[in-house]
């Protein structure tokens, strides 16, 4: 196997966590031993790594607050094309509105863009760090 992993080990979960893993695991587009390793390994070596679970969190929660933020401009956007479609002219106050959190979230998913995209740099880094070692 190169540059793998060539260990193995058993892992025993309930069938609700192994449900919970699987779904992580597909969200992720990854297998389930990749984001055990994946997930837990940063957390054990040490040092700066330690953060690195914390971290991934963060990141998820920032992912999910932005998934909601997107979801809510599709309302805001809505109300006017519903009014425009109506006949009705729709409120500039609305429009403005709208453009004001359509602006938000796109400076929310660049700075989320990223910061993902640093971290992945990191991890590459670390990565070839480690196999020249």
């Known amino acids: 196997m190169v540059g793998g992993r060539p260990n193995r080990n058993a892992v025993r979960f309930t069938d609700a966590e ?3 893993v699987e779904q ?6 990854m297998s389930v031993p990749n984001l055990l390793a994946e997930t837990m390994l940063p957390s054990l070596s040490g040092g700066e790594r330690l953060t690195a679970v914390a971290e991934r969190r963060a990141l998820a929660r920032e992912v ?8 809510a401009i599709g309302g805001n956007v809505n109300q006017p094309a519903a009014k425009a479609n ?16 359509v602006r938000r979230a796109s400076q929310r998913i660049t700075a989320l863009a990223q910061l993902t995209t640093e971290r992945s740099d990191e991890a590459q880094d670390e990565e070839r760090g480690g196999s020249e070692r």
């Open 18 to 20: 192994r449900l919970l």
């Open 64 to 71: 999910a607050a932005a998934r909601r933020m997107l979801s």
């Open 86 to 101: 109506s006949g009705l002219a729709p409120a500039a106050a609305d429009a403005v509105a709208t453009m004001r959190v």
């Open 24 to 29: 992580a695991a597909a969200a992720a587009g």
